[in-house]
DNA sequence: GTATTTGCAAACGCTTTGCCCACGA
DNA sequence: TCGTGGGCAAAGCGTTTGCAAATAC
């Protein structure tokens, strides 16, 4: 499913942003982050590598990296933002609300549709949002998924 | 496309809710609002009609409400909350981006194919947010919709 | 009468910012 | 060297809360 455009530094450097120490290390810890991590989860893992990083060092450049399109923001339930690397196909969000995990999908039927929505009401779509909060069927038979923690 | 279950303080009433002033002025302010006002527009509405009642008492309220199912409260991509009376069959929004004008819409293809993808992750959808981030076609033959304000 | 609700102001959680020093190119 | 980035602490913003006085039932 990922699109392999490189690491998160490669890209900094191909949008001609300076490489920091800092910010090595934050593009280290995205590289290597799955999930959707927020910004204090962030500079959790930062400081496990390089202690002296401030949190506003990770705000800016979060920021920065949403702006240069490296990075995703994500806006779930729970008022904090949530970051997830920008390298990778295009996908929708399914929330376990008894968890808070999240699990990734996609669905071109349902794009196809929102389209033709939009158009039919006289506008293009730039950008949307499709979040499904979830709970756990009783089930019999239990599927293998790859769900990833946040 | 409403569903007329009766005016906003007479929902209250129906839940138990104690019908203090401060609550009287905010329902019926709901009443009249067919837009999607945050607080502080809520608390704007509410202070011409009785200038004493504070902020807080907004944010108290419509918190109120919402646990009572009687306003629904959407996020969008401003940092503050919007608040809609409950009364109405479930739509999605679409928000244009050039004016903030937000326009609701309904598909039920779109929910289905939404169960169905749940489904086979093994989840049963509890709630879902669909917004579709949108700027007006550059049209020839522009359509007659209703655009709500907000 | 008694528990609930209000107004006010202070606190809150997340995020941004001003300042001045440190650092990358 | 020169301009950009970082650390720190303070401010910002939307929202919640503690408290004493006011009010619904």
């Given at each position: 499913?990922?699109?392999?455009?490189?690491?998160?530094?490669?890209?900094?450097?191909?949008?001609?942003?300076r490489?920091?120490?800092?910010?090595?290390?934050?593009?280290?810890?995205?590289?290597?982050?799955?999930?959707?991590?927020?910004?204090?989860?962030?500079?959790?893992?930062?400081?496990?590598?390089?202690?002296?990083?401030?949190?506003s060092?990770?705000?800016r450049?979060?920021?920065?990296?949403?702006?240069?399109?490296?990075?995703?923001?994500?806006?779930?339930?729970?008022?904090?933002?949530?970051?997830?690397?920008?390298?990778?196909?295009?996908?929708?969000?399914?929330?376990?609300?008894?968890?808070?995990?999240?699990?990734?999908?996609?669905?071109?039927?349902?794009?196809?549709?929102q389209?033709?929505?939009?158009?039919?009401?006289?506008?293009?779509?730039?950008?949307?949002?499709?979040?499904?909060?979830?709970?756990?069927?009783?089930?019999?038979?239990?599927?293998?998924?790859?769900?990833?923690?946040?």
């Amino acid at each position: 499913m990922d699109r392999d455009l490189g690491s998160v530094a490669e890209r900094c450097r191909a949008q001609g942003l300076r490489m920091t120490g800092p910010r090595r290390v934050i593009a280290e810890v995205l590289d290597r982050s799955v999930d959707h991590p927020d910004v204090e989860e962030l500079h959790r893992r930062v400081s496990e590598i390089e202690p002296r990083i401030a949190l506003s060092t990770v705000y800016r450049t979060v920021r920065l990296l949403v702006e240069a399109g490296i990075l995703e923001r994500h806006l779930f339930n729970d008022g904090r933002a949530r970051y997830e690397n920008a390298d990778h196909e295009h996908h929708d969000h399914l929330i376990d609300m008894t968890t808070g995990n999240v699990i990734e999908f996609r669905s071109p039927e349902i794009e196809e549709l929102q389209a033709k929505i939009a158009e039919s009401l006289g506008y293009r779509i730039t950008g949307h949002r499709l979040q499904l909060f979830c709970v756990p069927m009783k089930d019999r038979g239990r599927r293998r998924t790859v769900t990833k923690r946040d």
